[in-house]
C-alpha cells in the first residue's frame, strides 16, 4: 500500500493533517503505520535539528522505520519536516523498490505567526502535468487564491519567526492545534497510540526556525519525487480526501529501475562455461594470428562468424578484453544464450579493435 510524505516547516499543521488523514483511512478499515519524529525518538526534541549529526541520524532512523512498515497491504504517513529534496528523493526510491504509489502532502499556513508567508502566483506552473493536483482557495489580505495557481516558495513561508514578539505566545498556540484531533477511530497502530499519547511540547527557537527557513527545500511537482504534490495552505483548509485517496490506490506504482529488479536467474555452469568458451576463442586467436596477414579473416573454434584481422594482438591486450566481457556478461546472465558466447565475445572482440 502506497506511503504519504507530509512536508513542511513547524506550525504548518502536519501533524493535524496526518491524523485527519490516518482517521479517514482507519474508518475504512485500512491499516495505517504513522511514523513521526517523537515515534523515533522517543521524545519530541526540536534540537536535533540544530545539530547536523543528530538530524542526520535522525533522518537515517524515519527512513529504516518507513522501509520497514512499507508493504503492499498497509498505508505509511511519514509526518516530518522533511524538507531535504534529497531525503524526499530516497523515500521515493523505498517506495519505488516496494512497487507501490507515493504521494506528497506539502503543508503551509500562511500569516501563523504574524506576518505570514509570501503567497506568489506561479503562472508558469499551470502548464505542469501532475496526475493528481489539487489547489485550495485561500484568502490573505482580502485577495483569494486561483484554483490553479501554484503556491509559494516555502522558505519564506514563516518569515516572521524570528520577529521577537512572535516567541512568547505562538508556541502555546501552535501546540493547542497541534495537538487537537477528533475522535479515534478503533484500527491504530501500537506506534500511533504512543505518539497520540505525547504532547507536543518542542519549543523551535527563532533562531533555529530562520535556519530551518533557509534550509528549507520547497517541493516542486515537475520532481517525479515530489509529485502528486497536494499543496495546502491555511489550517482550516479541508483535507482533499478524495484526491489523495485517487492518487493512493488508483494511480500505477513507479516503475522499477533496474538496481531495484531481481537478476534474472542464471544456471550454476555459466560463469564456468563463460570463461570456458572465451578462454579457447583466445588460444584460438593466438594460433590464428601467427600465419596471417593484416585482411585476412580469421575461424576461430566454436564460432560461425569470422575476425578479420588487422595487426598481431598481444596476450594482454586480448585478456583484457575478456576480463571487460565476463564483467558485462555477468551483470546480463541468459542461458539462451549459452551456445552464442562464443559469437558474442568474437563480436566484442571485432568492435573493441575498430
Not at 531535504?84 to 504509489?101: N, Q, S, V
Not at 502535468?129 to 503556491?151: D, I, Q
Not at 569470422?306 to 571487460?324: C, I, V
Amino acid at each position: 500500500m502506497p506511503l504519504v510524505v507530509l512536508c513542511g516547516l513547524p506550525g504548518s499543521g502536519k501533524s493535524r493533517r496526518a491524523e485527519q488523514l490516518r482517521g479517514a483511512l482507519a474508518a475504512e478499515g485500512r491499516a495505517v503505520h504513522v511514523v513521526d519524529d517523537a515515534a523515533v525518538l522517543g521524545a519530541e526534541d526540536a534540537a536535533v535539528y540544530g545539530d547536523s549529526a543528530r538530524e542526520k541520524a535522525l533522518r537515517g532512523a524515519l527512513r529504516a522505520a518507513v522501509e520497514r512498515r512499507l508493504s503492499r497491504h498497509d498505508v505509511v504517513i511519514l509526518d516530518s519536516l522533511n524538507y531535504i529534496k534529497g531525503f524526499r528523493y530516497e523515500l521515493y526510491c523505498l517506495a519505488r523498490a516496494a512497487r507501490t504509489p507515493l504521494c506528497l502532502v506539502y503543508c503551509v499556513r500562511p500569516g501563523a505567526l504574524g506576518g505570514g508567508p509570501r503567497v506568489a502566483r506561479a503562472e508558469e506552473t499551470r502548464s505542469q502535468t501532475v496526475s493528481v493536483s489539487w489547489r485550495p482557495h485561500a484568502e490573505e489580505g482580502g485577495s483569494h487564491l486561483a484554483a490553479g495557481a501554484s503556491v509559494l516558495q516555502e522558505p519564506q513561508a514563516v518569515q516572521s519567526v524570528v520577529d521577537g514578539r512572535a516567541q512568547g505566545d505562538a508556541p502555546k498556540e501552535l501546540e493547542r492545534e497541534e495537538t487537537s484531533a477528533p475522535d479515534l477511530p478503533a484500527l491504530v497502530t501500537p506506534e500511533f497510540e504512543k505518539s497520540a499519547n505525547h504532547v507536543s511540547s518542542a519549543f523551535y527557537p527563532p533562531e533555529l526556525l530562520e535556519a530551518l527557513t533557509l534550509r528549507f527545500e520547497a517541493p516542486d511537482s515537475r520532481n517525479r519525487w515530489d509529485r502528486p504534490l497536494f499543496t495546502l495552505v491555511d489550517l482550516e483548509e479541508p483535507l482533499p480526501l478524495a484526491d489523495i485517496k485517487a492518487a493512493l490506490f488508483e494511480n500505477r506504482a513507479p516503475p522499477p529501475h533496474q538496481s531495484t529488479q531481481s537478476q534474472p536467474l542464471a544456471s550454476g555452469s555459466f560463469l564456468h562455461q563463460l570463461d570456458q568458451v572465451t578462454s579457447q576463442v583466445l588460444t584460438g586467436l593466438m594460433e590464428a594470428q601467427k600465419n596471417a596477414i593484416p585482411g585476412d579473416l580469421l575461424k576461430l573454434p566454436g564460432t560461425t562468424e569470422h575476425l578479420r584481422f588487422t595487426q598481431p594482438l598481444t596476450m594482454a591486450e586480448l585478456s583484457r578484453l575478456r576480463r571487460q566481457f565476463i564483467s558485462y556478461t555477468k551483470m546480463h546472465p541468459n542461458n539462451e544464450n549459452l551456445s552464442q558466447l562464443a559469437n558474442m565475445f568474437l563480436q566484442y572482440l571485432s568492435q573493441s579493435l575498430l
